[in-house]
C-alpha cells in the first residue's frame, strides 16, 4: 500500500508520526537497501522551490518528515492529513535510544572541529552502549572527500547523521548514497551542536507553542533574513492552494 504524501509546493512529505518515522527507519536498516531521510521545514522546502538539485533530491528521497510547525500547518491548509511534527533532533534521538538495543552503529558527520566528539560523549551519556563508530567535522574541500568517503565505509555504520546544513548534507549524502552503501543517512542539519551544548534549543514551552523558530532567531540574529523565508512560506502556500482550486475547476 502506497504510504500517505503531502504535496506542498511540489515537495513530497510524508504524513505519519514519530513513532512510525522511527518504525520505516528500522525498516530500512533491515533490508540494508541505502535510504536518505530528509527533514523537511518550511525554509527547506522553500529553497526547494526554486533549487531543482533539492527538489529532485527530496522526491527521491526514502523518507521526508515534516520537521517544524511550518509544515504541519501547510500540509493542513492544503487539504492534507499530517498527524504531528517530526522534529529531525528528536528523530535523532530516537533513533539513538534504540540503537543500543537493535545494535545499530552510528557515525556522526559535520558540525565544526570538536562538536561531534563532544556529540559523541553525550550520546554516551545519554543511551548507555550505543555504538559511536565514527566522528568527522565537516570542514573539508573536494580534495578530502576521498579520504572521507574511505573513513565513513571502514566504519561500516547503520545510520550516518550528516550536520552540514541544508541543502549541502542532502546533496552530499545523495551523491554519494550508494557509494557508501550505509542502510540510511540523515541530515540533521544543527543537532550534534546542540547535543555538544554549542548551540541551545527552545525550552519545551516554545516548542509546544510552535515558537522554536522564533527562539532560533533571537539567539542568531545573523539567521534574521532566512526567517524571513517564514512569512514568504505562508504566502506561497495561500497562494499555491488557489492556483490548485483554480485548476481543479477547469477540469
Not at 559511536?132 to 568517503?149: A, M, S, Y
Request: hydrophobic share 45%; aromatic share 8%.
Amino acid at each position: 500500500m502506497a504510504k500517505s504524501k503531502a504535496d506542498i509546493l511540489g515537495i513530497h512529505v510524508d504524513a505519519l508520526t514519530m513513532s512510525e518515522a522511527v518504525e520505516r527507519i528500522k525498516g530500512f536498516i533491515e533490508t540494508r537497501d541505502p535510504a536518505l531521510i530528509a527533514t523537511a521545514n518550511a525554509e527547506m522546502i522553500m529553497r526547494a522551490t526554486y533549487d531543482q538539485e533539492l527538489k529532485m533530491i527530496l522526491n527521491d528521497a526514502a523518507l521526508v518528515v515534516p520537521d517544524g510547525a511550518g509544515t504541519v500547518w501547510a500540509a493542513h491548509h492544503l487539504g492534507h492529513v499530517m498527524p504531528e511534527r517530526v522534529a529531525g533532533y528528536d528523530l535523532a534521538q530516537e533513533l539513538m535510544r534504540e540503537a543500543p538495543h537493535k545494535g545499530y552503529r552510528i557515525f556522526f558527520f559535520g558540525a565544526a572541529p570538536g562538536v561531534a566528539e563532544k556529540a559523541k560523549k553525550k550520546a554516551e551519556k545519554l543511551y548507555a552502549g550505543i555504538e559511536i563508530v565514527g566522528v568527522r567535522n565537516g570542514f573539508f574541500t573536494e580534495k578530502d572527500e576521498p579520504e572521507i568517503l574511505r573513513e565513513i565505509q571502514a566504519a561500516s555504520p547503520d545510520i550516518l547523521f550528516a550536520a552540514l546544513g541544508v541543502p549541502k548534507q542532502e546533496k552530499w549524502l545523495a551523491a554519494h548514497l550508494h557509494e557508501l552503501s550505509i542502510p540510511v543517512s540523515m541530515g540533521v542539519g544543527g543537532t550534534l551542536d546542540v547535543m555538544a551544548g554549542v548551540m541551545k534549543r527552545a525550552p519545551r514551552w516554545m516548542q509546544k507553542a510552535k515558537l522554536e523558530w522564533l527562539f532560533r532567531g533571537a539567539l542568531q540574529p545573523k539567521r534574521a533574513g532566512r526567517l524571513m523565508a517564514l512569512p514568504r512560506f505562508v504566502c506561497k502556500v495561500m497562494a499555491y492552494k488557489k492556483s490548485r482550486q483554480r485548476n481543479g475547476a477547469r477540469l
